[in-house]
């Protein structure tokens, strides 16, 4: 914890020993207060925790969906080029797109999408996942 008063952006570090804890994900924020005593929330920001497993996979959520899942992929296809193909399950495609500086977790809108099952294809040069999901009402 550092104080004081600055026109300048501020960083901070913390080492946060999570080893015992068995999550796929942790959400954090941070409480920051004015020298005036005034505080205020930071947004949450969630990260992933990878194990060698979880590592070469994706994960969907919600499944199954309604409005929109969430495509979350390996720590190491993030900020590179991802492609994503979503298909039905006759083989046809019904949506691409490309992810030129990927993040951690993409959200895909479901709207126009018919009820039914999906598979949703990941590509990261020669690296691959594929995750079926379902779309509901």
């Known amino acids: 914890s550092q104080e004081g008063n600055s026109n300048s952006d501020r960083f901070y570090s913390v080492n946060d020993d999570i080893s015992s804890l068995n999550t796929k994900m942790i959400y954090y924020r941070l409480n920051m207060i004015d020298i005036d005593g005034h505080s ?3 947004d949450i920001v969630v990260v992933r925790v990878a194990n060698d497993l979880q590592d ?3 994960i969907v959520y919600p499944n199954p969906a309604t ?14 080029q991802v492609s994503y193909s979503i298909y039905n399950l006759n083989g046809s495609l019904v949506k691409s ?7 951690q977790t993409e959200t895909l809108n479901l709207a126009g999408f018919s009820v039914g099952t999906y598979i949703i294809k ?11 999901f379902i779309k509901m009402k």
């Open 97 to 103: 797109f490309i992810s030129s500086n990927a993040g």
């Open 67 to 80: 409005s929109s899942i969430n495509i979350t992929i390996p720590q190491s296809w993030q900020n590179c």
């Open 40 to 42: 205020k929330y930071s």
């Open 56 to 58: 070469s996979k994706m």
């Open 122 to 132: 990941a590509n990261n040069g020669a690296n691959s996942s594929v995750v079926q």
